[in-house]
Structure formats: structure tokens, C-alpha cells
């Protein structure tokens, strides 16, 4: 492989991989564990899916339009701390007429829709080329420990090679091989049965996009043979052939199609019609076709909310709480993975300390949870200067608020002793304390005693108030009086 790759470099763009000793095969099967491309059935699938489902496209879409939304910066990996400068131009431009924006769009539209991404930087160029995934083979070889298979072994991806048809390399030129260090490879979702290749998240709902593009062809159908079910003519006698396709033809001609809907239906002598099938209504028709549609939304990682389908409702409790799963769950782990693909084509990064990463400050959907993480960092501001002033280095402060582990934090010997006021002792007590009852806290001086209370009527029973126990006699005396 890699004296294949010297021809290609030597020769340049006349170079055909069949002029290499054993190339001619390179790309003969798709079973060798050597080569890894996505079969062109499927991604033929998922791109007539794009451009013929609902569905798909608006998750396609949704998904489109808030990654692209995102900014690459430069992140400090010991402090989170975000930066930019020239070495992120690349990325910001990366090829005429084009910005960051472009560039993750068509990374998620090829993710999506074929399950990888590909990205190549030409050397000495100053630009980047997206190349069709459908056309591009993972190329790998098998490293082995030592001379003993017994020693172990691992495959090791080697470079890539892009063959677009041969009805198409008029336009878009002929085969070529470029090495793993020149193109940025992105797979987000792991094809379980390769070693590179990653997964579309519309494989394994082929079915349920079949099935969808079936019911609106199914609706197609209905309207357009009548906007009725299927329609059954018997006749008492039997009839000839010819007759039998003559009666299909006019009844066709004059009550098929919508602009002849609901028209009366008559029949010759002996002729008895009757309704087969069911219509919308009987079949629940939009219960099963909404199903379906939650399931393609549900792989997609897209809520239902968002594509703007009533039928379906978000799993938020509201609209923001929707848009912020969405971006959690789904989008923030493509950013990621993203930027880690990306970071290989930044040119002067060093090898750590320093990644590709995210910005999502400048996203108006993430407005709200932009500004919760904003209250998470004042709480751990005022958490990191609480931890100061109580005597701990400022590097175990840190350390303590980022892992939410106190056990990390270690006194400063060279932090001052905290201010007491004038006067105040080390231990306060605000309860009394009895006489001789040995060592024990001090009490705190000069609190003032307590009031004693009002009474809440002249005969509570609060201060000597309590009313005297009269007689029984005087009571009844009292009450006869006062009846009379």
C-alpha cells in the first residue's frame, strides 16, 4: 500500500490505481476486511429518502440547521479556557466562498444521510475538499506484535481512496489514494460490523421510510382512483372479456380521478356495485402513519416537537425543555465527535494541552441553557472564593469545585486567620449556662433579655391574670339576675 501511494504521489492525477501491481482489485468486493466502503444500495436509499420523505427531510433539516449554527474555537484542556487564532482559518474558510458553517453542514447532511463524513486537506493547497462518502473506501492493513501469530495483532487504517463511477470522473476526475493524515474522517455513529465505518441513523429504519413513502403514495391512489375505496361490480350473468375491460374503462374514465369525485355512479340492468376495503377513517389511517413517523424522528434523535408535526409531541415538558434534549443528547455529542475529527487538519496544534472545540454562545435556540450554565459558574465562583477565604490553596479550590470532591482541597499555610470582631469569643452560645457547671461555651454578653409578652385577653392565665374560682352558688345567682 504504501508503494501504491508513492506511484499516486509520483505521477499525480493521471495516476489509475489499476497501474499498480494487484490495485486493478482494490475495489472488486466489499466482503475483503481490508477495505471498508458503505454499499451504494444504501446510500442510493437514504438519498431518495432526503428528497422523497417528509419525515426524513425535516429531521435531516432540523438537525442541518443547529449544527451549523455552532463555532470552532480553541480550548485549554487543564482550565476549559476558549481562544482562537490564525490556525483556526482553515476551518473558517475552507473553501472559496465558503465558512464554518458550510463546512458542518456538509458533514452532518453526509453523517446523516451515509453515516461518515469525509474531509480531505490537499497538501500545500490551503483548502479543504469534501468528498462524496459513497465514493470513498477506508483502506487498512493488519499490524502484527510479533513474528508468532500467538503474539497478537490489531488493524491499523491506513489512507483512503476516493473512485467516484466512471460515468462520472469526467467531472469529478479519477481515482485517487490520500493518507490518513490528510483527511479528517468523522463516523458518529459505529457501524457494529466494521473497524472504521460508521453508521447512517436511517439504516435500521429502511423499513419504516418504505413504509411512510407507501402510505403518501397509498393516499395518492385513493384520490386519484376516486377518492373511494376499491369498488366491486357483479352482474348476474356472465360476461364476455371484451365487455368485462370496456365496463373498467368507462367506469374508470367517468367516476376515476378527483375532479369526478362523489359523481352518481349508474349501472346498467343486472348490475350490482359494492364497497371492498376500508376508507381512512375505518383503518385509522392517521394513527398508523403518525406511529411510523415517530419512529424515523425517534432514530434520527429529532423530538417531534421541533419538525413542527401536531400529531406528535415533544418529551418536554415545554418548548425550551424540548430544544434543550435535543441539544444535550443528540447534537452537542456530533460537536464533539466533530471537532475530534476536525483536529488532525489544525495546523501547529501540539499534541496535548490544547483541542478543537465548540461554541454554542452565539445559538439563539440555547439561549436558556446558555444562561443556567452562566448560574452554575457564578455558584462556582462564589464556591471557589468561599473555599479561599476559609484558608485552602487556590489550586485545590479548583480542583475541589471541578471534580464536586471537598476531599481534594489542602489548607494554605500562608492564608490569614480569619477576622474576628472586637469582642466576639471563638465560641458563641446564645443559650444560658448554669452556674458551676464547669468548662463549657461561653455566653455571648450584652444580648438583650427578652420582653416578656402582653397578655392576649384580661383573662389568659398569662401574669397572674387567670380569673378566680367562684362558687357555684354565686354562679347561679350571677346567671339568674341576669335573666331577670
Keep these: 500500500m ?3 501511494i508513492d506511484r499516486m504521489r509520483r505521477y499525480g492525477s493521471t495516476f489509475w490505481e489499476g497501474q499498480a501491481s494487484g490495485a486493478a482489485v482494490l475495489l472488486s468486493t466489499y466482503s475483503s476486511p481490508d477495505r471498508e466502503k458503505i454499499l451504494p444500495q444504501l446510500a442510493s436509499h437514504n438519498l431518495n429518502s ?3 420523505n417528509t419525515v426524513v427531510f425535516s429531521a435531516m433539516a432540523i438537525r442541518l440547521a443547529l449544527f451549523a449554527e455552532a463555532r470552532f474555537v480553541l480550548q485549554s484542556v487543564s482550565d476549559k479556557k476558549n481562544f482562537t487564532d490564525q490556525r483556526l482559518g ?7 466562498d465558503a465558512t464554518e458553517g458550510d463546512l458542518l453542514a456538509r458533514m452532518e447532511q453526509d453523517a446523516f444521510l451515509a453515516g461518515n463524513g469525509y474531509v480531505w486537506a490537499p497538501p500545500g493547497e490551503g483548502r479543504l475538499v469534501r468528498w462524496r462518502p459513497d465514493w470513498v473506501t477506508i483502506i487498512s492493513e493488519i499490524v502484527s506484535l510479533g513474528p508468532d501469530p500467538a503474539d497478537g495483532w490489531y488493524r491499523n487504517k491506513i489512507g483512503f481512496h476516493f473512485e467516484p463511477p466512471k460515468a462520472a470522473q469526467p467531472e469529478f476526475g479519477p481515482p485517487m489514494t490520500a493518507l490518513v493524515s490528510e483527511v479528517a474522517h468523522w463516523a458518529p455513529t459505529p457501524d457494529p460490523q466494521a473497524n472504521f465505518r460508521g453508521m447512517s441513523p436511517l439504516t435500521p429504519i429502511a423499513r419504516e421510510v418504505d413504509a411512510d413513502s407507501e402510505m403518501t403514495t397509498y393516499k395518492q391512489m385513493f384520490l386519484k382512483n376516486g377518492a373511494s375505496p376499491n369498488l366491486l361490480l357483479r352482474y348476474s350473468q356472465k360476461l364476455q372479456p371484451g365487455t368485462v375491460d370496456s365496463l373498467r374503462e368507462r367506469i374508470g374514465a ?3 380521478g378527483t375532479s369526478n369525485a362523489f359523481k352518481t355512479l349508474v349501472l346498467d340492468q343486472g348490475a350490482d356495485a359494492t364497497i371492498i376495503g376500508n376508507n381512512f377513517s375505518q383503518m385509522s389511517f392517521d394513527t398508523v402513519q403518525s406511529a411510523g413517523a415517530e419512529r424515523i424522528l425517534a432514530a434520527a434523535g429529532v423530538p417531534g416537537l421541533l419538525v413542527g408535526l401536531e400529531s406528535l409531541k415533544g418529551a418536554g415538558k415545554s418548548y425550551q425543555d424540548v430544544v434543550r434534549r435535543f441539544a444535550d443528547l443528540t447534537m452537542r455529542p456530533e460537536w464533539r465527535s466533530a471537532c475530534a475529527a476536525l483536529q488532525k487538519l489544525v495546523p501547529g496544534l501540539p499534541p496535548a494541552g490544547i483541542r478543537l472545540w465548540f461554541d454554542t454562545s452565539d445559538i439563539q435556540a440555547l439561549q436558556d441553557g446558555e444562561q443556567e450554565r452562566a448560574q452554575e459558574s457564578l ?3 462564589q464556591a471557589l472564593l468561599t473555599m479561599r477565604n476559609a484558608g485552602y ?8 469545585v471541578t471534580a464536586n470532591d471537598v476531599s481534594q482541597l489542602v489548607a494554605d499555610p500562608d492564608a490569614p486567620m480569619p477576622a474576628q470582631p472586637p469582642g466576639a469569643s471563638q465560641t458563641q452560645h446564645l443559650l444560658p449556662q448554669a452556674p458551676g457547671s464547669g468548662p463549657g461555651p461561653a455566653v455571648v454578653e450584652g444580648v438583650t433579655p427578652r420582653l416578656n409578652a402582653a397578655p392576649v385577653s384580661p383573662g389568659s392565665g398569662e401574669h397572674g391574670t387567670k380569673a378566680a374560682v367562684r362558687p357555684a352558688s354565686v354562679r347561679r345567682a350571677l346567671t339568674g339576675s341576669g335573666r331577670g
Design 2 to 4: 504504501t508503494r501504491l
Design 50 to 52: 432526503a428528497g422523497s
Design 90 to 96: 482553515l476551518l473558517q474558510h475552507p473553501w472559496p
Design 254 to 256: 367517468r367516476y376515476g
Design 379 to 381: 455558584i462556582r465562583a
Design 393 to 400: 490553596t487556590r489550586e485545590s479550590a479548583v480542583l475541589a
